[in-house]
Every structure is written in C-alpha cells, then in structure tokens.
C-alpha cells in the first residue's frame, strides 16, 4: 500500500487557467442531504476568508470540506466518487472512524489525511479525497477510474471531528489549488474547476458545543463557555454559534446520553446580525445524568436548505 504525501496540501497555488473538469466527489445534495462546511483559506496571512471573500474558511485550510449532517447519515454510507476520470496514485485504508480528541490527536500524526484515495488527471491535476470510513475504499493504486465512479464512504478517519470528505484539488508539484477559483486574490470574478460549482450560501457556523449553565456571548465567543466533563448535578446546555443568519431561518438543537434522548428543540432565529448565539438545555434530573457519553446536534436551516451542522461532545462522571 503505498503513503499519501499529505504535505501536499501546504502551499497555496498561484494563478492558473481554469478548465472546468470535476464534478461533485460525494453522493448527496448539498444543501439537503449535506452541506459545505470549510473552504479554502485564500488569506495569505494570518486570518481567513474564502473565495468570495466571506467567512466561511479555516486558517490554513487547504481543501473544501463536504460535510454530513450527523453520524446516522454516515452510518447509513455515503459513497465518496471520483471528480473526473483519471488514474488512482495513492490509497490508505486502516485508519480508524473516531472523533479526533487532544488524547488521540497524537496517534494520527503524518496519516491527518485518514483514509484517502489520491487520483492523477490527464490535465496534470490531481484529487485527493480523504477521512474515508475504515475498510471502505474500493480501488488500488495503478488502476484507472472514470468519473463518478465510487471510491469509498464518507468517514471520520484522521484528522476531523465531524463526518465529512476533505476534498483537495493540486498542481502536479502537490501545491492545493482552490477548485472555486483560480486566482489568488478572493472575489466574484472567480472562475473555477467545477463544471456545475455547488451554490455558495453566506452563513454558517462558529461553533457549537455544551456548557453546565446558560452562557453569555463573551464566553461563547472566547471558547471558555464549552465544556468537555460535567457532574450528574449539572445542567446540560447546548448552544449553536453562528454568523450572518438572516430572520427565518431555524436553529435545531438537539441532545441524547446513554438513556436516549434529553431534548429536542428548534429555535427560530428573528433577526439578522453578524454574529449571534441560542441555547437550550435541561436541568439534572432528581436522580442525576447517569454517567457515560453526551452528544448534541446542532444544525441551521433556511427553509427548505441545510446550512450547516456540528456536533458536541461531553462526558458526565459518576461522583
């Protein structure tokens, strides 16, 4: 089996002519049954902006991130496709599917990519698909592929939190190239790589997590709000951070523990403002949260189309 050079997603390409070629890497549709979550970082300094200049980007980021909602859409596999036609350089698969914590950050060191498939174009382009689900990629390096066809499952191998497909165009010389745009320079002259580009939608999240009481912005927005341990006496709040919603659309928290369910509740956003939060949560019961593993999902809708999703993790300790 041969490595992945993930350092290939470290520099950011110059400019170049853009030849729409690929078509989308995963099955589903975006804006129903996924979502785009990251884009690449087109600053050059520190700080971020996307390919239109807005927010939707990550320091450093190198690649489109094309998220699912939640782990049951995962669960239920979602096949990850070939872009274009070409032939496969690189496969890994071994890697196991769990969310990435400072504990194990350690054990996925040069294999950040998890499990992945590398394809070379005819063009001199290259795609590179990782996160892959574990045992799920179906072809082997020095075979060829034709667009569309079916390379593995969306997974959460390596590097990643949520369950997404990390998606990287790069030159022949591994530098990461934003299929969006050709130019550097961020803006809505772009031209880009896709022969049909999925829509771009402003607004999304910062950030969700748990708190053991209602928090304030501050908090919220300096991180110290979030919570990965709580006591069985302690209330379980969920809340959504986001930016640039607009009035209608609707926040959906939902939670559960190891006895199912602790809330379920959809908020609807009335005002539009650059940056606001909601939460929701549950007061211990009489006998306290039994002890184990909590997970809350937040996902923001407008109408009929799904913006984004996170999830949050905390861990309740018997006393």
Known sequence: MRSLALTMLISAAGTLAAEPFLGLPIACE????CFIEDYVDTDPTPGTRDYTCGLKAREGHRGTDLALPDMAAMNSGVPVLAAAPGGVEAVRDGV??????AETAGTIAEIECGNAVRIGHANGLKTLYCHLREGSVAVASGTSVEAGDALGMVGLSGQTTFPHLHFALLQGDGTAIDPFAAEKDCGPSAAGYWTDPPAYVPTGFHTAGFATALPD???VRDGSARASSARPDDALVLYGFVFLAEPGDVLHLRAEGPEGEIFDRRIRIDESRAQLFRAFGRRAPDTGWPPGAYRGDARLTRDDTLIGARQAY????AD
């Open 217 to 219: 912005m501050a908090a």
């Open 30 to 33: 975006v804006g129903t049954t």
């Open 96 to 101: 196991p599917d769990r969310v990435m914590t």
């Open 314 to 317: 905390i861990k309740v300790s």
